[in-house]
């Protein structure tokens, strides 16, 4: 399995979406972001989210979130946490449940 850690916001921020288009372009079966959201404004964020979802449908590749925005869940089929060092599913969490 190849794996690659994509950071949008980076790509976006420098002006330059072809280098995040250059990450997946070789079809990653995982894709682990930290905080995607987090530098950008809220319509920006759905927009990275709403990508994700398309490369989810499109490209059979699973993507982690990892991050503290709650907006992220709008575009999720499962919310985990981390506390204590035990990860655990969250349940009573609206998720899209969008396949």
Do not use: C, Y
């Not at 964020?45 to 925005?69: K, S, Y």
């Amino acid at each position: 399995m190849r794996l690659f850690q994509v950071r949008f916001w980076l790509a976006i921020a420098a002006g330059s979406i072809m280098h995040a288009t250059a990450m997946i372009a070789s079809h990653p079966a995982l894709i682990l972001s930290d905080e995607p959201t987090g530098e950008l404004d809220s319509h920006t964020g759905r927009e990275i989210l709403a990508l994700f979802r398309q490369i989810i449908a499109l490209e059979n590749t699973a993507v982690v979130v990892a991050t503290h925005d709650p907006m992220v869940f709008e575009f999720t089929d499962k919310v985990f946490e981390l506390s204590d060092g035990v990860l655990q599913q969250v349940s009573g969490v609206q998720v899209s449940g969008v396949k």
